[in-house]
């Protein structure tokens, strides 16, 4: 506690929060819409799932540290390595997720909207969408977990702000309070995002669409 203290009165804490958040809410806001694009072509696309199906399967076996050697070759020492290796950690949970939630929308729900006129986007927006939007919801409540473990794995490998560089600064020092202090801070930042954000999104929508049990 006195090590947390330390660091919050010298402003380390709370800059090294921010910088993590800053990281965290491009990574994952791109991984978001490129992981529900991808989930949906997955499961309407017939040549995207043959294609790029197995590839996805594949790819989400490799830890999401394993890109770091590969996006630092590519972008070198900067931010689009750590915003590569977030994007990748995340993408292929909320595809898959999605593709899921699409696949699993009854056939007769599509069948009737088409017989009442719904086509294209009208079929898309109003039937497809909202109909998958709770395992969509879901998906993206992994993703963000996903999302927040290759932030703090770039950051420890690669010296650059955020918590991941407090965590390091405090082993080169020996400072044992101080590493055990910020991962309890990663702990109660990663139980206040999913109570506050996502458990209550999740609820809510579950309510909205009528899935919760009485």
Known sequence: ????????????????????????AVGYSLSLALGV?????????????DTLGPVVLGLQAIPSVCWLPLALLWFGLGEAAIQMVIVLGSLLSI??????AVNTIPPLMVRAARTMGARGAT?????ILPAA???IVSGARLGWTFAWR????GELLFLSGGLGQVLEMGRELHDMAL?????VVIVALGLASERLLFARLE?????????DRA
Do not use: C, D, H, N
């Open 1 to 24: 506690m006195r090590a947390l203290a330390g660091a919050l009165r010298s402003g380390l804490l709370l800059r090294a929060v921010g910088k993590s958040f800053a990281r965290l």
């Open 150 to 153: 290759s932030l703090l794995a």
């Open 133 to 135: 939007f709770p395992g």
């Open 123 to 127: 079929l898309w927006l109003r039937v």
């Open 203 to 211: 609820a809510r929508v579950r309510q909205q669409w009528g899935l």
């Open 95 to 100: 595809a898959l997720a999605t593709e899921s």
């Open 37 to 49: 694009a991808l989930g949906v072509g997955l499961a309407r696309a017939r040549w995207v799932k």
């Open 179 to 183: 590493v055990i202090g910020v991962m």
